[in-house]
């Protein structure tokens, strides 16, 4: 799969380079002679990370669903056809713009944290992180949040019934559905971890422990079983009743910490959404314990004060401004943010245009600043890694952008006996110990130190986007630490370029999170473009590492024309099965 992402990352990556200049000097001419062209629709559409699910969406549009109707069956059809990350035992955010009322409900079913959780849980005997422990038992599931998340977004915002609009995902996991190559290579590149754990191998092997090819029919009785009781009964088909006796009866077996009491109490909240402007649009995007929204906008606040696109879409010097950029929203990001309801995010202060210039200024624009002399904000101004990603429009302009996640790819590869879902290892996300970095490399303190019923900070960003005060474009992306950098750029290349969504998606990127101190870029970018930036004293790399692949994210994105109404949609060529539905 590896390598077929690094195709798709290059293709991308030499199509548009037909369309541009090679030209790296300080203002090199843009020229746009062909783009990408995204997939059109004139009713609604849904893009998502895989073909059936995308589908599944699209059915339900097309019965006369709106968007969050549709959005809340793609995500139950995610967790049959793309158990890599689609999910029942994870968590995510949704954004939802209602056009009728104007408003947008920023949706959060991040995991809790069990109530015998504590801050050093996951320490060995000799004060260290046990990062097997932390990442692959039972006690690294937090509380599931995405059942609640997709059944209350429908009984508030949808319009349609439960029952009918799981029907797709029953469908599929009952009757099955034909294996796709990406699940079975994945499968195969998995194999030892899921079939350590003897559910999860009864689950997605053969009975020999064989794997299924493409092609082959693939079933999931214990799934259709556990998406049938919840379509009948809601959020409490997972939360009690039988499903819930599996779960924690799993955790009693194997020493996990999610009690009957803990499912009971797990609540979904609507929290204030991130607003911030840049050049006229309006980015609309996660509080909260997502630390991306906030980071999104401090970033785009400290890049409005250059002239970007007269730089020239990823020249040495366009990149140089954005990664340094990076590396002071990631500082503070170590230092500030954490679960809302825990502590006192700096939210206004971090995403202040003032704020913004202060940052700016600190930037050497013709040498790189190493991240060892760059830290967290000692004041502000004063104020109180596999992921999914799927965006929804109606023709009423509806839109629903959601990230969810089981965290690592299968979570932690362990199955609930006789429920056929995976769950989570969302611990890992908290602060184990402050200074530690976690499986992605990010830094974290008090403000991510893990409390019973507190929800570890998340990177994942789904955002929305309005040209003129109107719905234009929904986004976002998987990617671990990765997803805040991958999603800001989406929205440049819109906001700034005005590319269409496919080429907006498909061109180069690049990703600095301050630690570890390296700029990485995808293949595409020019050999010039890469000596100019060691040059400027940045530690350049490319391919894969332990944090990220050789390809950054996978941002299934759509935008609404506002001059012909036709959805454009956009399925990320870096990742197989991508697939844009619209009627």
Known sequence: MRLLRLFAAIFAAVGFMATVSFAQQSSPIIVYDTQFHPTLARNGMVVSQE?????????????????????VATGFALAVTHPQA????????????????????????REMAPARAHRDMFLNDSGDVDKKRVRFTL?????????????????????????????????????????TWALSESLGRYAARLKADAESAKNYFKADGSIYEAGELFRQPDLAETLKAIAASG???????????KLVAAMTAQGGLITHDDLKNY??????????????YKVVTMPPPSSGGVHIVQMLNVMEGWDMKGLGHNSAAYIHRMTETMKYAYADRSKYLGDPDFFDVPVAALTSKEYAGTVRAKINLEKATPSAEIAPAPSLP??????THFSVMDSAGNMVANTYTLNFTYGNGKSVPGAGFLLNNEMDDFSAKAGVPNAF???????????????PLSSMTPTLLFKNGEP??????????????????????????????????????IHHQWYPDRLFLEPGHSIDTRRLLGQMGHQVKSGPTEAWDSVLGSAQSLIRDPETGLFMGAADPRRPGSYAAGY
Do not use: C, W
Not at 52 to 69: F, P, V
Not at 139 to 153: C, D, I
Not at 474 to 503: C, H, K, R, W, Y
């Open 235 to 245: 959020a409490k088909g997972f939360y009690e009743g039988p499903v819930a006796d």
């Open 267 to 280: 609540h979904a909240v609507e929290r204030e959404p991130i607003s911030g402007t840049y050049r006229g």
């Open 441 to 455: 490399g990010l830094l974290g303190g008090e403000a991510n130190a893990i409390e019973p019923g507190k929800r």
């Open 139 to 179: 006690k690294a599931s937090g509380v599931p949040g995405t059942v609640m998340g997709l059944t209350e977004a429908l009984t508030k915002y949808g319009t349609m019934p439960l029952a009918e609009v799981m029907a797709p995902a029953i469908r599929l996991a009952e009757e099955g559905f034909e294996m």
């Open 51 to 71: 073909t059936y699910a995308s589908k599944a969406g699209r059915e339900i549009l097309q019965r006369g669903g709106n968007a969050i109707d549709a959005a």
């Open 382 to 387: 004063y104020e109180s890694n596999d992921t």
């Open 472 to 509: 234009y474009m929904a986004t976002g992306s998987p990617g671990g630490s990765t997803i805040i950098t991958v999603v800001l750029q989406a929205v440049m290349n819109v906001m700034e370029f005005d590319m269409n969504v496919q080429t907006a998606i498909s061109v180069p990127r």
């Open 86 to 109: 689609g999910n029942l035992g994870g968590g995510g955010f949704m954004m939802i713009y209602l056009k009728e009322l104007d408003r947008v409900v920023a949706l959060d079913y």
